[in-house]
């Protein structure tokens, strides 16, 4: 495990850890990732995140045959058909995608889900709707990491949006942004990785790249 106050490296090393085991997750620890959550800028300081801790082996079965439906029919053959992104290649990219369908098929053994949500009130959710909902759940995943604890950012959900928020019981106003399966992981932490950062950063006009980057 990481110095929890070392936060570069904790950054360095929070990949997405798809593959979970199945061992309860203390609810000491999962107070301190929601307490990072909580933490998180917030526009305006409204703190309209709230956050669906689910344990229910039922809920998260329903949910399950949803995302597998998803992985089925949008994700899986958008991997098959796919390029490595920036900073893979093509072995590293079909083991990321066993690990995706590895998660799919056991994301309802996850011991613990957080349901990232917010409480967007009469308003249509906007591009700057996640402002302040992602923050938090990036602070969740950053903490997850330093308690030794795998997890990943998920949102396949969405693709039957209306379904699964009818099985956590969301009422009018509250929609989900994320979902968070979090356990103790089967693998290793690792570097993420990236492209190189001369591909992505600009200086004043765009395209014009920024010097001294690697």
Known sequence: MPDENDLFEIQRTTRAMRRLKPDPVPDELVQKILRAGMNAASGGNSQRWRFLVIKDQSIKEKVQAYYKRA???????????????????PGR????HSA??????????APIW?????DDGQSTPSRS????????VQN??????????????TTRHLNFEAEVEA????????????????GY?????????????????YLDTWNNQYPGLE
């Open 71 to 89: 992985f089925d029919e949008v994700v899986s053959p958008r991997y098959l058909s796919s390029d490595p992104p920036p900073g893979s290649s």
């Open 140 to 153: 969740m995943l950053l903490a997850a990491r330093a308690l030794g604890l795998g997890a990943t950012l």
């Open 93 to 96: 990219y079909r083991r990321q």
């Open 167 to 182: 099985i956590f019981g969301l009422p009018q106003g509250i929609h989900s942004y994320a979902i968070l399966p979090i």
């Open 114 to 118: 957080i349901v990232a949500c917010q």
């Open 185 to 201: 992981p089967l693998g290793n932490f690792g570097p993420v990785r990236r492209g190189d950062m001369a591909d992505f950063v």
């Open 129 to 136: 709707s996640g402002a302040s909902i992602y923050p938090a």
């Open 100 to 109: 995706v369908e590895y998660l799919t098929d056991h994301y309802h053994e």
